[in-house]
């Protein structure tokens, strides 16, 4: 069966420093790896994806993904905090059998604050 | 490009009353999903539809629950004699095509609460 894992309800970074959220899957086949982001009140935005090649993904708003297939894990980080990036992070994972479904599987998400 | 619609934002009803939520995806996309997320839950999976199919609808309630993406006009998330376990937020996402690869994106929500 496909789960996520995100193993920190929250996680507490001061402005401009390093952050990292956390995201380990479980699929049969290949993953397909997917980062949102949930401000109040708002939908979900995507910020990036893993679906092959470089295990370093770049997306929106600075931030990046790393995809480690031997720790099944797809980490969200970023360089420095600003805080307009406290929000709700979800990690999402597909997986494919050749003609499955492509509903998304959530993680329970990782609430971000960042602190002046 | 507008992005996906979904209306209403808000949406109030008594126990036993219907709730009928639209969706409208992104020009272009003719592949819908509808997600629902309780409070301090994540988002589930409910139905996947296509114009005039139902792809998957392993997430749907058996009972109560019905959606529909006609060939003309938006995609309708049905819900029939509501009760308070219903209240949620409701959340449609379109993609282009069938491919696992794309990304689906969200539209701003539905949410519903019943009195």
């Known amino acids: 069966a496909q789960s996520v894992a995100q193993p920190e309800d929250q996680v507490n970074v001061a402005e401009g420093n390093p952050l990292t959220v956390k995201c380990t899957y479980s699929?049969?086949?290949?993953?397909?790896l997917f980062w949102y982001v949930q401000y109040p009140n708002r939908g979900l935005q995507f910020l990036l994806k893993?679906?092959?090649?470089?295990?370093l993904v770049k997306g929106s708003y600075g931030f990046e993904a790393e995809f480690n297939k031997s720790q099944t894990s797809f980490h969200l980080k970023k360089p420095s905090a600003l805080l307009s990036d406290s929000a709700l992070y979800f990690c999402a994972v597909r997986g494919y059998y050749g003609g499955a479904t492509n509903k998304l599987i959530f993680g329970t998400g990782t609430l971000l604050a960042v602190q002046p | 490009n507008a992005g996906v619609m979904q209306n209403p934002r808000h949406l109030v009803r008594r126990r036993g009353q219907e709730a009928r939520l639209r969706c409208s995806p992104m020009k272009g996309h003719s592949h819908v999903y509808w997600y629902r997320q309780l409070p301090e839950e994540g988002l589930k999976f409910m139905v996947y539809l296509q114009k005039e199919n139902i792809i998957d609808e392993s997430g749907m309630p058996k009972e109560r629950f019905s959606a529909e993406f006609p060939k003309e006009g938006p995609s309708i998330l049905r819900i029939q004699q509501v009760v308070r376990g219903d209240s949620a937020a409701y959340f449609c996402?379109?993609?282009?095509?069938?491919?696992?690869?794309?990304?689906?994106?969200f539209g701003p929500g539905t949410r519903l609460l019943v009195l």
């Open positions: 699929v049969s086949g290949n993953p397909y």
């Open positions: 893993y679906i092959t090649g470089d295990n």
């Open positions: 996402a379109s993609s282009p095509g069938t491919s696992p690869q794309e990304t689906q994106y």
